[in-house]
């Protein structure tokens, strides 16, 4: 059976998707490190698959690697794999290791307007992870800790420097690190709605890339939607299974 | 010219010759990729890559000359500057680039960090001594635009001549009577610079030689509609920023050939880009030498650039300036009202310019509009949203972009315009 393969190359972390008659057939990640095309290598040891589709930021770089492979960007493929496992879907946020994205869905997955945060970290899941340090902290537990607090001071910085000199401060105010942590969370949350805002926020919404695996964002974010939002069970597998589909249905 | 009389000739300048050199040598590698890489490119292209190749090189040498047989030169940074009055002084206008990073330090100590990349980089190519066309000047003409320039300006009139023009911030009949002034007092700086009186027969002559630039520049981008494209969006650019300093007669007849060659592949449906390739429009803040960076990349995403709602393209070509009045007071009433005409964001309310993008988009046949903003350009910022709501309402999809001169951005801007070009195809 033929099979179409959606390769996912993030910041943080490569992700594969092969579907096979239909349905995915397997999926595997890898981190990117400094050396993408040798974790590439590692994930190819038996063998490129035939039909590739690379999306994400290091797809130009994977497009010299294997000439026969074709390329997308991750927000149309974010869109493809979400809208297909949520077609009643009508909005995308995906935040990432750098980047956070907001798409307004059109039926079929189709990408309207959408908007990028510019070069800097603010509000990605890089913001978390660097400030998930300044606790000690992996991003998971981060995110648990965040959880626990009841009151959370309002962070005003969105600059991942200046928010650790804020955090840094209530520290030494006597602020629970559980507090900062919401407060921090809080941020983020409150930076994406404005984003959200911007493409025409309508319900439902579909939450992708790894920081949907934080539960205080989730949490967060449904407070502020008035609504749950749609979680696939692997959110960071979205844009490497949108691009496998995309060559799936420009194939046939 | 050889290598060692054009260095003797920089020298003479009082460029800072390393510095200089690296700058030539980044220029020279940025071509090569943006430009010489271009597949299918036209002949007439050649003439480009001659003018961009002999930038700091003959162009310069005949500037000296020209100064050397008593001429006077005269930089602008701005399409309000009537090169019709320059020209009739017996003056040479060269517009100035400023459109790459350098001196971008010195520049900090004169302007403040949060001020556009263009107003840094002429500040910057001064005070690191690398740009010829600036040191060839006898004098600069600035203007009362943005507040940015406006208040460069005062620090930049410090190291070279200046004479500021003041642009009004509105087209009421006391704006008209206030710009009408302001034509004169430029006309009488320049008399004072050349020595020379400007009559009615020298307007005259200059407006000839300044419209039939216009209307070559018009010719060429109205064979844009044509599809496909039968020309880069990045060598159109290049047509325009040339047209800021080469010779505008040698100009005007190698870009009426160049349209000659269009039209010859036009009859043949031949063109630079496959027919269906997304075709874009480019809105906002001017792109002079070498900003080719988001030509390039949008122009490597899968979509052809079509033509450019800017200073470096149509704000500077749509009006030609009527050359019926037979005395001086009528042809300078007739100048006044063309540069009155300019859609420039700097001017409040400044409605004419949705209508101009909207109608360049319908007549183009453009799949998109991309608005392009000068980080740290308050006018333009401002009308990115209008243009937005108006593109919105026109039903034409819409893309806006702030950036710099900056390369850290690049990776993120190409997955921007693709995901834009996506969904267009
Ligand atoms: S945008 Fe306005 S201020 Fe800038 S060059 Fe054009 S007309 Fe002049
Ligand atoms: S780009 Fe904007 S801020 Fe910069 S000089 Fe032009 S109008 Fe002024």
Redesign the pocket.
């Known amino acids: 059976m033929t099979e179409y393969a959606g390769l996912d190359i993030g910041s943080r972390s490569i992700k594969l998707v092969v579907r096979r008659g239909g349905a995915v057939a397997s999926s595997r990640r890898l981190p990117t490190t400094f050396d993408p095309l040798g974790q590439l290598e590692k994930l190819f040891a038996h063998g490129v698959p035939e039909r590739l589709a690379v999306t994400g930021y290091g797809r130009e770089l994977a497009r010299e690697r294997y000439p026969q492979a074709r390329a997308l960007t991750e927000i149309k493929a974010h869109a493809l794999g979400a809208g297909s496992l949520f077609p009643q879907a009508a909005t995308l946020l995906d935040i990432g290791g750098q980047d956070t994205k907001a798409v307004a869905l059109l039926p079929g997955g189709k990408v309207g307007r959408f908007e990028m945060n510019d070069r800097c970290a603010a509000g990605t899941g890089k913001f978390l992870e660097y400030t998930a340090t300044v606790f000690g902290l992996s991003v998971a537990d981060f995110g648990r800790l965040a959880l626990t607090g009841n009151d959370a001071p309002l962070i005003s910085s969105m600059c991942t420097v200046f928010a650790e000199t804020e955090a840094t401060t209530l520290m030494a105010r006597g602020v629970s690190p559980a507090n900062i942590a919401l407060g921090l969370h809080r941020a983020v949350v409150a930076r994406t709605m404005a984003m959200l805002g911007r493409v025409g926020l309508t319900a439902p919404l579909v939450f992708v890339g790894g920081v949907a695996r934080n539960p205080c964002i989730v949490r967060l974010l449904a407070d502020a939607l008035g609504q749950e939002p749609l979680l696939p069970a692997e959110p960071d597998l979205t844009g490497a299974l949108g691009a496998a589909l995309w060559l799936e249905t420009t194939a046939a | 010219m050889s290598d060692a009389a054009h260095t003797a000739m920089w020298e003479r300048l009082d460029l800072d010759i390393e510095a200089h050199d690296a700058l030539l040598a980044v220029l020279g590698k940025f071509y090569g990729d943006i430009y010489l890489a271009q597949e299918g490119r036209l002949k007439g292209a050649e003439y480009l890559d001659f003018v961009l190749s002999e930038v700091h090189g003959l162009r310069i040498k005949e500037l000296q000359d020209a100064k050397a047989a008593g001429k006077k030169i005269v930089g602008t940074?701005c399409v309000f500057v009537p090169e019709e009055l320059t020209l009739a002084a017996g003056a040479v206008q060269v517009g100035l680039c400023a459109g790459a990073k350098a001196g971008t330090e010195l520049a900090e100590t004169l302007v403040p960090r949060n001020?556009?990349d263009?107003?840094k980089s002429f500040i910057g190519f001064k005070l690191a001594r690398i740009c010829p066309y600036t040191e060839s000047c006898d004098l600069i003409v600035g203007e009362t635009?943005?507040d940015?320039?406006k208040k460069a300006y005062e620090a930049f009139g410090e190291h070279v001549p200046m004479h500021v023009m003041e642009v009004p911030q509105c087209k009421a009949p006391c704006d008209r009577t206030l710009f009408r002034a302001e034509l004169v007092r430029y006309k009488e700086a320049l008399e004072q610079l050349t020595g020379q009186t400007i009559t009615a027969e020298a307007l005259a002559e200059a407006t000839k030689v300044v419209n039939a630039k216009r209307r070559a520049l018009q010719r060429l981008a109205a064979l844009r509609a044509a599809e496909p494209a039968p020309i880069s969006g990045r060598d159109a650019l290049l047509v325009n920023q040339i047209s800021f300093y080469d010779d505008p007669v040698r100009f005007t007849a190698k870009i009426n050939e160049l349209c000659d060659e269009i039209e010859a592949r036009i009859t043949k449906g031949q063109g630079v880009a496959p027919a269906k390739t997304p075709r874009l429009l480019l809105a906002g803040?001017?792109m002079a030498v070498p900003n080719w960076k988001l030509p390039y990349l949008i122009e490597s995403s899968g979509a052809v650039i079509v033509g450019e709602e800017s200073c470096i393209g149509a704000r500077n070509t749509r009006d030609c300036t009527d050359e019926t009045p037979g005395n001086l007071d009528a042809m300078l009433d007739a100048l006044c009202d063309r540069y009155m005409k300019i859609d420039?964001?700097?001017f409040t309310p400044n409605t004419e310019r949705l209508d101009n993008i909207a109608a360049m988009a319908r007549d183009l046949k453009a799949d998109g509009v991309i608005h392009y903003g000068?980080l740290?350009?308050?006018?333009?910022a401002h009308e990115a949203m209008k243009v937005g709501k108006a593109m919105d309402a026109a039903g034409i999809p819409y893309l806006s972009i702030e950036t710099d001169y900056g390369m850290e951005d690049a990776g993120q801007l190409k997955t921007r315009v693709e995901a834009f070009v996506e969904t267009l195809a």
């Open positions: 940074f001020t556009c263009l107003i635009t943005c940015g320039k803040c001017p420039c964001a700097c000068l740290f350009c308050q006018p333009y």
